[in-house]
């Protein structure tokens, strides 16, 4: 030590960190620290995973919304990640291991019990589903910048690059490809892209299956299996497995892989990977336009990679109609006003479920 440095410690002012000290403090994002998730107890932070992933698995079920989003909702995303990553590289605590738990029993809850519930209202009632939907992905905003502080210029920059990218994706997810059997190698692609979309907010599982002419296939798998543990049909069950356990591994390979490389993002390019985060949870917004509705396809028109006849309009379920938009009545934008700050307002309150705050 040199005697300048000398000097403040006589003084009793505060000793300089040696290089070495410095070096092992501990980084935000590691996976006893993830954010404000971490920063809670256990049971505070079991209760956020399994309202998180009660979302993830709805959001899951409908195109255009992300469950990444909605973990960054309910403030248990960057806990996640770094939990999964902890588990796949044999860093056991009982973080890693209750949350990841948490959110993805209680998202597969939430898909097997909910898949034709909320198919239903979404299209029946788009304007009022997506506007709620609204509500919740812009209460995550408010987390991730608290993670990403101090802003800097990476942070802005990142933001706008991911935002721009989810307004070009949406641009380019007006139309699915063609349907047909599935194999078992789509099929676990697709259950890597469903993965992807757990992981990434902003990304929509259920538009990446519509691009992959998967979406009704595995939904109706999901309630072939939901039919046969009721019915206690042994057939049932064994159909619905031969399509969802290549699903499942490629969900299980995804979630592996996208939650290790977040992981490392995070802990070497930190601010720009949270300004991209932001981007995505903004940007995503702009594909949940509320005043649409399902219009039927007239013969001619393509849909989901196949043009329509008269032969097949009877037979295109009203769920692939392409959407349009409309002119809300003054109550309509009244009620998607309601329900986006009421969307906001559950959101704020899980954000606060065991008073959690960032650590410094």
Do not use: C
């Amino acid at each position: 030590m040199t005697a300048d440095n000398a000097e403040p410690a006589a003084a009793g002012g505060p000793r300089p960190m040696s290089p070495r000290r410095e070096a092992t403090v501990t980084h935000p994002m590691t996976a006893d620290n993830a954010g404000p998730a971490a920063a809670g107890s256990l049971p505070s932070l079991a209760i956020r995973g399994a309202i998180g992933g009660a979302l993830m698995g709805l959001a899951n079920l409908v195109p255009g919304i992300s469950g990444g989003t909605m973990l960054l909702a309910a403030g248990v995303y960057p806990a996640f990640i770094a939990a999964v990553a902890g588990v796949t590289t044999f860093r056991f605590t009982r973080r890693t291991l209750v949350l990841p738990a948490a959110v993805g029993g209680a998202a597969a809850l939430a898909i097997l019990l909910l898949a034709g519930p909320m198919r239903g209202l979404v299209i029946g009632q788009r304007w009022a589903m997506y506007s709620m939907f609204i509500g919740l992905t812009l209460g995550g905003v408010p987390l991730v910048w608290r993670l990403a502080r101090p802003a800097t210029p990476a942070v802005y920059a990142g933001a706008a690059g991911a935002a721009l990218l989810m307004l070009l994706m949406q641009l380019g997810l007006g139309a699915g490809s063609a349907g047909g059997e599935a194999s078992r190698l789509l099929l676990f692609v697709s259950g890597l892209a469903g993965a992807a979309a757990m992981i990434l907010p902003g990304v929509s599982g259920g538009y990446l299956l519509l691009l992959l002419g998967q979406y009704e296939t595995i939904l109706g798998a999901v309630d072939t299996l939901k039919a046969g543990l009721f019915d206690r049909d042994a057939a049932l069950l064994l159909n619905a497995s031969a399509l969802l356990l290549p699903v499942g591994l490629g969900v299980a390979a995804g979630i592996v892989g996208v939650s290790n490389l977040l992981r490392w993002l995070l802990d070497r390019h930190r601010q720009v990977t949270l300004g991209a985060l932001l981007g995505l949870l903004l940007g995503a917004v702009a594909g949940l336009w509320p005043f649409q509705q399902p219009v039927e396809p007239a013969p001619g028109e393509i849909v989901r990679g196949q043009v329509v006849t008269e032969a097949s309009l009877p037979g295109i379920d009203p769920e692939d109609w392409p959407p349009a938009p409309f002119r809300p009545s003054g109550g309509q934008v009244a009620g998607a006003l309601v329900l986006m700050v009421s969307g906001l307002a559950v959101t704020t309150a899980i954000a606060r479920i065991g008073g959690d705050r960032r650590p410094d």
